[in-house]
């Protein structure tokens, strides 16, 4: 049915809102060949919290052997939490996948950030997976004082995911931002959640950009299966 199209695999349901934003800007790029395995967003959670990190990569290996099966080109993790396991899932599938943190790394060089705030779970933003590739580059990531992050991270669990997108919850997150701009310097915040974007919803806040991951995990995935001029 897709023709020559190449398949873009995605496993999805971490959550499921971010997974139809996927799928509508590939759409709305013009590409229709999406296969989608969507997972249970609470089983990874549980599992995060219990620090069970081999069923987290077992999990998500499994669904990325689905993707392969069903005939994908690439393959991509629909969410930034998971990627704390993502060179080992990427180890064992034979299926090219496209890295939401690099993606994220490329675009943030690119417009020659040089110090940027991370927001997300509080897995995302105490781990080392985002600034072990951002290091790397010659960037420095920050994240909100304690206090903050926890307050992120708990809105991030009892709202964004369960599906609550409410007008107070952005104000409580501008706040945040604010004070990463104000106290840390941040050039740029990266919606390092899924779920953030449907919240924050501006391309900026106060002159300082808000970074999409999920517009630049799709323009990786998309550059990807998209053939060199």
């Known amino acids: 049915m897709s023709g020559t199209m190449p398949v873009i695999g995605m496993v999805g349901g971490i959550g499921p809102e971010p997974t139809i934003a996927y799928y509508r800007l590939f759409v709305a790029a013009g590409h229709q060949a999406v296969l989608i395995n969507s997972v249970g967003v609470q089983r990874l959670l549980a599992a995060m919290f219990r620090q069970d990190l081999p069923f987290v990569t077992d999990y998500l290996s499994d669904a990325v052997s689905v993707l392969a099966k069903g005939g994908a080109a690439v393959g991509l993790i629909a969410a930034n939490t998971p990627h704390i396991v993502f060179h080992d899932a990427q180890k064992r599938s034979s299926l090219p996948l496209v890295s939401l943190v690099e993606a994220t790394c490329r675009h943030v060089r690119a417009r020659g950030l040089k110090r940027v705030a991370l927001l997300g779970t509080r897995f995302t933003m105490a781990g080392r997976f ?20 926890l307050h992120v991270h708990d809105i991030y669990v009892n709202e964004l995911l369960q599906n609550q997108f409410l007008p107070e919850t952005r104000l409580r997150l501008l706040q945040v931002i604010d004070r990463l701009i104000d106290t840390q310097g941040a050039e740029a915040v ?14 900026c806040h106060r002159g300082v950009p808000l970074l999409d991951t999920t517009r630049l995990h799709v323009e990786a995935a998309l550059q990807a299966v998209t053939p060199s001029a």
Do not use: C, K, S
């Open 130 to 149: 985002y600034p072990d590739v951002f290091d790397a580059a010659g960037i420095h990531l920050v994240t909100p004082a304690p206090e903050d992050l």
């Open 190 to 203: 990266i919606l390092g959640g899924t779920e953030l974007p449907l919240v924050l919803t501006d391309e």
